[in-house]
């Protein structure tokens, strides 16, 4: 019997939110790069790929840091096509970044159609304790809102709370992202548009 040899996929996602709340420092700690305390804005768009293993498949994962800046939408809406998923990020110590949260993936909507497997982030959990109630996202908030993203859409989803700067939830996110994309692939033919 021969062995089963992996099939080979190419992944593509985009990284969306507001500026500031740590999409670029998430993509950083996924790629295994030293996280960086000041913040410098992504000028349009930002890119890497990682190759990943898993039992399966051998995945090329294509990742686009999107800027978050309302100019830069006539950039971003290109990124959109093409995407196998979506990770949505707001801080958790920024309660306006959370309100914006349905606009991003009403931009989404409007450039993709349905959306395919989408995580949200409620990122920053570190700095949580630092600032007062009112500017600060709760875990439920956050849940709800996923909950009523899913419902509402039918889209595969996923809630989880991240730290960029300790790393937590961070790996597992994306190995769960990846794993839904996989599945999705599975059951669908791929999005059209340029992977890279």
Do not use: C
């Amino acid at each position: 019997m021969k062995p089963r040899i992996p099939r080979m996929m190419t992944y593509k996602t985009v990284l969306i939110g507001d500026g500031a709340v740590g999409k670029t420092s998430i993509r950083r700690t996924y790629m295994g790069k030293e996280f960086m305390s000041s913040h410098l804005a992504t000028i349009g768009v930002d890119f890497a790929q990682k190759h990943i293993q898993t039992e399966d498949e051998t995945v090329r994962f294509i990742i686009w840091d999107l800027a978050g800046q309302p100019t830069f939408e006539r950039v971003r809406r290109h990124y959109y096509q093409g995407s196998h998923s979506l990770i949505l990020v707001y801080s958790v110590i920024d309660r306006e970044t959370f309100d914006n949260a349905s606009k991003w993936l009403v931009e989404a909507y409007k450039y993709m159609g349905q959306l395919p497997p989408t995580a949200i982030i409620g990122n920053k959990i570190d700095l949580r304790w630092e600032h007062p109630l009112e500017d600060v996202v709760s875990n439920k908030e956050g849940r709800e809102f996923a909950d009523y993203f899913i419902e509402k859409l039918k889209v595969d989803a996923i809630f989880r709370e991240t730290s960029a700067l300790t790393g937590e939830n961070t790996l597992d996110m994306f190995a769960e992202l990846i794993k839904m994309m996989s599945r999705n692939s599975a059951r669908t033919p791929p999005p059209a548009g340029p992977s890279v």
